[in-house]
């Protein structure tokens, strides 16, 4: 058993396909790239949450600048009509006292409303604002024309003055500006209102993506260590498979080196059989043949008897060297197949059974045709010689041996069957009589090594076929050995 076991060793390595690695093999290549392209996700959404939160605070700062010019627009119309209101105040007072004192207030606050409407002018940039502005300055120009008026008319006299203020034209005057001034201060807190609930609803979004942005990027990176964590926990497992597997390359090349040395031990121990042990079986065999022959008619009867033990024994040893080394050769030896014709190796194996079957008086019966397989000529030669040997030697003494040969094609493979009409096999042996020296009778009744059909077995699987047999005692034995169809093989 040694032999079958180291005979193929370093094929078996050689030919044993190499494993793929699981990280980087078929469609998962691509998933060291996972991890990292989480984290470049997360990187991505960092940014886009930085720049929302950018947008955010740019429109925070709009919306802080819109403010500031509402309120620095609201404080200047608020000052223009201050500037209005001062300067009406000083021309009453004058035209009361007719002292020149009061007329400083007036000619500062004239002095100071068109720049406040400059700046006005200046800060508004609303289209119907830009317009209220433009209606009203003729009538601030309309008024400080009437308190011009009225000042140079006090200059000449009290009366005259007091008839223009009796008019009312500079009270009218006034109430329009003061509507004026009230319908532009409404129309910018709308507008300030509008522009400042639109800048809150776009912080609002803007605050909601930055928020949905960082969570993604939060779990993208989240994912990523998670990812790239398993990927070196997974290069860790791969790299101690790896140093597993050189491990035990490196074991089975021992074991390989240890086998090959068992096997050169072997075939040394074989040509040791082959020629060391045959020497004394021939020197045996001769002299007790010329013992017979020189000292016959000395000898008594059981001296005869003796010699001729002396000779079936070394026949035997003889025969059983032979079966040894064809069954450890068929272990060792490379065996190629090619189609092989069943039709010829049976015709010569019938051949060089013609002795035995001539002095068995045998009858073989061969069922044509018998298709070609994929076999190893010598090999397949062998084992259907052993069958057929067997057909022969294992019938009852008073049964003429009877043997039938036919095959059959199925599935792609070929079944060789050599049935005969012998003594049989109980079904409980049937394994046990293609193992090594198993023998279910005695040498005296049925001669033989007990390798023959161990010999077939070894013979059918180093071949790649199969054998067995199918039997009862006293009813005859149907031997068969299966190999694949040369026709499957060959091109149509």
Not at 184 to 206: C, G, N, P
Not at 254 to 260: D, G, N
Not at 390 to 400: M, Y
Not at 463 to 473: A, E, F, L, T
């Amino acid at each position: 058993m040694i032999l079958s076991t180291g005979s193929h060793p370093s094929r078996t390595a050689a030919e044993t396909p190499p494993t793929r690695d699981p990280v980087t093999s078929g469609p998962s290549r691509i998933r060291p790239f996972l991890g990292s392209g989480a984290l470049a996700l997360a990187g991505a959404l960092l940014v886009a949450s930085a720049i929302t939160l950018n947008v955010f605070l740019l429109s925070l700062s709009e919306a802080r600048g819109l403010v500031l010019r509402a309120s620095s627009i609201l404080q200047g119309v608020a000052e223009l009509h201050v500037d209005v209101r001062a300067a009406e105040t000083g021309q009453r007072g004058y035209i009361l006292t007719g002292e020149r004192r009061y007329l400083a207030p007036y000619e500062q606050a004239t002095g100071q409303v068109w720049d406040s409407f400059r700046r006005l002018e200046n800060d508004v940039q609303d289209p119907g604002q830009v317009s209220r502005l433009r209606q009203l300055r003729p009538l601030i120009q309309a008024k400080l024309d009437e308190l011009a008026r009225t000042v140079e008319l006090r200059h000449r006299s009290l009366e005259e003055a007091l008839a223009l203020v009796r008019t009312d034209a500079g009270q009218r005057l006034m109430e329009e500006i003061d509507a004026a001034i009230v319908a532009f201060e409404h129309a910018e807190r709308d507008i300030m209102v509008s522009r400042t609930r639109r800048l809150e609803r776009q912080a609002t979004w803007t605050s909601r993506v930055a928020a949905l942005t960082g969570v993604l990027a939060l779990v993208s990176t989240i994912l990523g260590v998670i990812w790239i964590g398993r990927q070196r926990a997974n290069a860790r497992l791969l790299e101690a498979e790896r140093g597993f597997r050189r491990s035990l390359e490196r074991q089975v090349e021992e074991r390989t080196a240890q086998l090959t040395q068992v096997n050169r031990e072997l075939d040394a121990f074989a040509y040791t059989i082959s020629h060391d042990l045959r020497a004394p079986l021939r020197a045996m065999h001769g002299y007790a043949d010329a013992l017979v022959e020189d000292y016959g008619s000395v000898l008594p009867e059981e001296g005869h008897r003796f010699a001729t033990r002396i000779v079936a024994a070394a026949g035997r040893m003889e025969g059983l060297i032979q079966d040894i080394l064809t069954y450890s050769r068929l272990a060792r030896e490379e065996v190629s197949v090619r189609p092989v014709s069943l039709e010829t190796t049976i015709e010569r194996v019938i051949a060089d059974a013609e002795l035995q079957i001539r002095e068995t008086k045998a009858a073989v019966e061969v069922k044509h045709p018998l298709p070609d397989v994929m076999a190893h000529p010598p090999t397949l030669a062998q084992a259907a010689a052993n069958l057929l040997s067997n057909a022969i030697k294992f019938v009852p003494p008073d049964r003429t041996p009877r043997i039938c040969i036919r095959a059959e094609a199925r599935d792609g493979r070929v079944r060789l069957w050599i049935e005969d009409n012998g003594i049989g096999i109980d079904p409980a042996h049937q394994e046990r009589v293609f193992q090594p020296f198993q023998r279910l009778h005695g040498v005296e009744s049925y001669p033989g090594t007990g390798i023959g059909l161990a010999i077939v077995r070894r013979s059918l699987e180093r071949m790649g076929g199969r054998s067995g047999v199918i039997s009862r005692p006293g009813e005859g034995s149907r031997f068969w050995i299966e190999l694949r169809s040369a026709r499957k093989e060959r091109p149509e």
